[in-house]
T-cell receptor, first 117, second 113 residues
Framework: AQTVTQSQPEMSVQEAETVTLSCTYD???????LFWYKQPPSRQMILVIR??????QNATENRFSVNFQKAAKSFSLKISDSQLGDTAMYFC??????????????FGTGTLLAVQP | ETGVTQSPTHLIKTRGQQVTLRCSSQ?????VSWYQQALGQGPQFIFQ???????GRGNFPPRFSGLQFPNYSSELNVNALELDDSALYLC????????????FGQGTRLTVV
C-alpha cells in the first residue's frame, strides 16, 4: 500500500519570501505521479503542480517548483515570491499508474501555510 | 472555477438517517470520484464511477454507495449515518478514468448529530 507523509502541520512565511513544504511517500511502484494540491478556505482542491516519476527533471509552474528525489521518495514544494493568496492548506498526493486504471489519489494530511504581510 | 458543482453545500443529519449528495461533473468528463475529508485530514478515496459503473473502491463500508447517470452526474448515498461520517465530501471529475488530472468541486459539508 502507498502512503504519503507531510510532517509539517503548519508553516508561516513573509510575503515575497520563499518557503519549502516537505512530503515523503512510500511505494513499491515504479510508475506513478505526484501532485501538490492547494485547498483555500473556499474548500475547492486546486492542482498546483504535477510530477511524473519517470521524468528526472523537476516540474516548474511559475512561482512553484518541486524537488523530486525518487530514490529518497521525497517530493518537496518550493513557493517563491510568496503572495497573500498563497495562504491555504497544501496537500501532497500520489497516484499509481498505468492508465485506464482507477485514477485514485492518495493524500497526505496537509500543511497549513500562512503568508504574513 | 472547475465546472464541477456539488449540492448541497452544507447538510445536517441525525445519526441513523440516510443522506444523498450530488455532483455534476465538468462537461465532457465521464469519470467521477468521491472523497471523504475529515476535519484536519487529507481526503480519502471512497469510490470512482466510470461510464455508470463502479471502477474502484476505497476502504469504506457498503453503506456508502453511489450512482452515475447517463449524463455522468453522480450521487453518493450514505445509509445509517454515524457521527464519524461528519466530514467534507469532495467530488472530482476527469475526462477518462486514467487521466491524471482531477477537477474538484467545492464539496458538501456533512454534519451528523
Amino acid at each position: 500500500a502507498q502512503t504519503v507523509t507531510q510532517s509539517q502541520p503548519e508553516m508561516s512565511v513573509q510575503e515575497a519570501e520563499t518557503v519549502t513544504l516537505s512530503c515523503t511517500y512510500d511505494t513499491s511502484e515504479n510508475n506513478y505521479y505526484l501532485f501538490w494540491y492547494k485547498q483555500p478556505p473556499s474548500r475547492q482542491m486546486i492542482l498546483v503542480i504535477r510530477q511524473e516519476a519517470y521524468k528526472q527533471q523537476n516540474a516548474t509552474e511559475n512561482r512553484f517548483s518541486v524537488n523530486f528525489q525518487k530514490a529518497a521518495k521525497s517530493f518537496s514544494l518550493k513557493i517563491s515570491d510568496s503572495q497573500l493568496g498563497d495562504t491555504a492548506m497544501y496537500f501532497c498526493a500520489f497516484m499509481k499508474l498505468p492508465a485506464f486504471a482507477t485514477n485514485k489519489l492518495i493524500f497526505g494530511t496537509g500543511t497549513l501555510l500562512a503568508v504574513q504581510p | 472555477e472547475t465546472g464541477v458543482t456539488q449540492s448541497p453545500t452544507h447538510l445536517i443529519k441525525t445519526r441513523g438517517q440516510q443522506v444523498t449528495l450530488r455532483c455534476s461533473s465538468q462537461s465532457g468528463h465521464n469519470t467521477v470520484s468521491w472523497y471523504q475529508q475529515a476535519l484536519g485530514q487529507g481526503p480519502q478515496f471512497i469510490f470512482q464511477y466510470y461510464r455508470e459503473e463502479e471502477n474502484g473502491r476505497g476502504n469504506f463500508p457498503p453503506r456508502f454507495s453511489g450512482l452515475q447517470f447517463p449524463n455522468y452526474s453522480s450521487e453518493l448515498n450514505v445509509n445509517a449515518l454515524e457521527l464519524d461520517d461528519s466530514a467534507l465530501y469532495l467530488c472530482a471529475s476527469s475526462t477518462y478514468r486514467g487521466q491524471t488530472e482531477a477537477f474538484f468541486g467545492q464539496g458538501t459539508r456533512l454534519t451528523v448529530v
